[in-house]
């Protein structure tokens, strides 16, 4: 590509995010894929934002390139699309990412799309139970793979417990909710939307709050997708930037979004906006300080193979480039 060329593209993707809109990335002759695959996600808010108005489609369109949606339950779900090439990009929690990664998972952590309070450990509404240590010998359901899962295995320990000292219930993030309501577990690790649904629905308490043991949102890209399609990458996150922008100046808009795709009621909506930050997407040092400080629970649980290089797979997994080149552009 020409200087001149490539001069007046970074003019408009300059200009196009100033004014909020989002910028027209250029192809490359043989670089643009005929569809780019991504997840949405109710954890995600800015994720059904910009599948609502369609501003990835918009961006692609010029090139050919269809947008395929595919709605992920939970981390653990878009981690298994993103092994199983189903989706190339993927929105999970920081943790999960790394586990994924440790185990084999060939993906890059490039983008955050919030920094939510988004799990907590959920009593039903009329449980003597106040505290973690009570939990001992209870039965507790969690997504295996997932922020909720690590949660509790960092809170168990934090309280003495380990994973053997209660029966973890293996269960989807909307199922653990049930399982809960109905009694059939004594406390659960819970995800938002679902778990302030429960809060203000059912009347379940919160026993336990941490939010520096909720991991980041990320979002995460097949190797192979980064490494063949490098420019689309970046067109995906001046879209999830175009999102996040609109979230934070528009916040009774998002939770009408957010009320309508997951089929909430706007309360709920709301409850689950309030705590949830988007107000640095940058990933880098931040992260990659947290995830290690963190990754120990991985080793101590046995969730990776023995002799694993945890501190290793967070330096690999966290690529702050792609990010770093739109944001420079908005700047």
Excluded: C
């Excluded at 910009?50 to 050919?64: C, D, H, I, T, Y």
């Excluded at 799990?119 to 922020?147: C, H, M, N, Q």
């Amino acid at each position: 590509m020409s200087t001149a060329p490539s001069r007046i593209r970074r003019l408009l993707i300059a200009a196009g995010l100033a004014a909020g809109a989002l910028p027209l990335t250029g192809f490359a002759a043989g670089d643009a894929p005929k569809e780019i695959r991504l997840d949405y996600a109710y954890y995600s808010p800015t994720s059904l934002v910009l599948k609502r108005f369609g501003w990835l489609e918009q961006a692609v369109k010029p090139a050919g390139i269809e947008v395929k949606w595919t709605l992920s339950q939970g981390s653990n779900r878009a981690l298994e699309f993103l092994n199983s090439g189903a989706i190339d990009f993927g929105s999970t929690a920081g943790l999960a990412a790394v586990l994924s990664r440790a185990n084999g998972n060939p993906i890059r952590s490039v983008y955050v799309y919030s920094r939510p309070e988004w799990t907590a450990l959920a009593v039903p509404k009329d449980s003597t139970i106040k505290s973690v240590a009570e939990l001992k010998g209870k039965r507790i359901a969690a997504t295996k793979g997932t922020d909720p899962y690590l949660f509790l295995l960092r809170s168990l320990h934090e309280a003495g417990l380990s994973r053997n000292d209660v029966e973890i219930v293996h269960l989807q993030h909307p199922d653990g909710r049930v399982a809960l309501e109905q009694k059939r577990v004594d406390a659960w690790a819970g995800l938002d939307p679902h778990l302030a649904a429960s809060e203000l629905e059912a009347g379940s308490k919160l026993i336990y709050r941490n939010v520096n043991f909720n991991t980041y949102g990320f979002l995460n890209v097949s190797e192979k997708f980064l490494k063949a399609h490098p420019d689309q990458v970046k067109t995906v996150i001046a879209a999830y930037e175009r999102a996040r922008r609109w979230v934070i100046a528009n916040p009774d808009e998002a939770a009408k979004i957010l009320a309508e795709e997951a089929k909430l009621n706007l309360p709920v909506a709301q409850a689950q906006l309030k705590r949830t930050d988007f107000s640095n997407p940058r990933i880098g040092r931040e992260h990659h300080d947290a995830l290690r400080a963190a990754a120990p629970i991985l080793v101590e649980e046995e969730l990776v193979r023995k002799g694993t290089d945890v501190a290793k797979v967070v330096t690999e997994l966290i690529d702050p480039s792609h990010a770093a080149a739109v944001l420079a552009s908005k700047d």
